[in-house]
């Protein structure tokens, strides 16, 4: 009889931001025994509420977990809770599996995998697309890098939470996947926002006009979600605009190091850091609409 995994293994989980706290409550649904950290401890109390058991430090997470999934906010907090003393990486196991689903930089992900490796222990870099309705309904796309038993140790818990799991390669694949990923979505965004924009100045019926896009060539979840959220000025967040300007910059520093021009990706990040510069951190990145049109606009 095979192994019942669910039983056997607990799970740690750093970080229960938007993104965070679906995903960890799937994994407790699924079964498993789950112990949690985050920066404020009010946003465990529905996890613990259901079970979930709370702890004060990341390393004391990761002293008592056989697989230990992070999603903080930028690679510094990743460094600190990794490598800093006491960190996950002086207190978890030998044998323990270290998922990182951070959006973080890929140099930053071989460090932590050979760290965890010269320690007994295995690191994968895991990042997710899909936003907070991709965490809330179990649908994230997880692209992760490392070493290949871990990551099949593991996919059953990575199940829980995305319906398209991908081994890349080695460690820094997954956040080098997650960089061709957020590329991608910088441009469309300008394009969804210029293509709304110029549909409501000419006077189209904004939502007529995504109907009839949204079936055809131009059809995308950015332009069928966000895009119906521009036209309600609707800028909560799904993934906030501060952090999609922390992974473009990643993702120009990694462009760089290997001589490609990017030239989308740099508009982009002047448009995003106007957003920033006008207090607009804090909200989802459909916010780019705002600089269309002049919405609440400080400048």
Not at 44 to 65: F, K, M, N, Q
Not at 107 to 130: C, F, H, N, Q, T
Not at 192 to 203: F, K, L, M
């Amino acid at each position: 009889m095979a192994p019942n995994l669910a039983i056997q293994k607990r799970v740690g989980f750093i970080g229960l931001g938007i993104m965070g706290q679906h995903m960890a409550g799937h994994i407790l649904a699924g079964g498993y025994e789950l112990h949690v950290n985050s920066r404020t401890r009010a946003k465990a109390d529905a996890l613990v509420e259901r079970g979930a058991i709370w702890y004060e430090s990341p390393g004391e997470v990761a002293a008592t977990s056989d697989i230990l999934i992070t999603i903080v906010g930028y690679p510094v907090d990743v460094e600190s809770i990794y490598l800093e003393p006491g960190g996950i990486l002086d207190r978890a196991r030998p044998g323990a599996v270290l998922i990182d689903m951070t959006t973080s930089s890929p140099s930053l992900a071989e460090r932590i995998a050979k760290a965890a490796s010269l320690r007994g222990m295995m690191a994968l870099d895991a990042p997710v697309s899909g936003g907070d309705i991709g965490a809330r309904e179990a649908k994230l796309a997880i692209m992760a890098g490392g070493d290949e038993t871990a990551f099949s140790q593991v996919l059953p818990v990575l199940r829980l939470i995305g319906s398209n799991v991908v081994h890349m390669g080695q460690a820094g694949t997954g956040q080098h996947t997650k960089m061709a990923n957020q590329i991608a979505i910088a441009s469309t965004m300008i394009a969804v926002s210029e293509s709304i924009s110029y549909a409501t100045r000419v006077g189209l019926n904004p939502d007529l006009t995504l109907d009839v896009l949204g079936t055809g060539a131009a059809s995308s979840f950015l332009l069928n979600g966000l895009g119906r959220k521009m036209v309600r000025q609707d800028f909560a967040p799904g993934f906030f605009v501060h952090h999609f300007a922390k992974d473009i910059g990643i993702a120009l520093n990694e462009a760089k190091r290997i001589n490609l021009d990017l030239p989308g990706l740099a508009l982009a990040q002047k448009m995003y850091e106007r957003l920033l510069a006008n207090g607009f951190g804090e909200e989802g990145t459909q916010a780019l609409y705002r600089i269309y049109n002049r919405l609440h606009w400080s400048e």
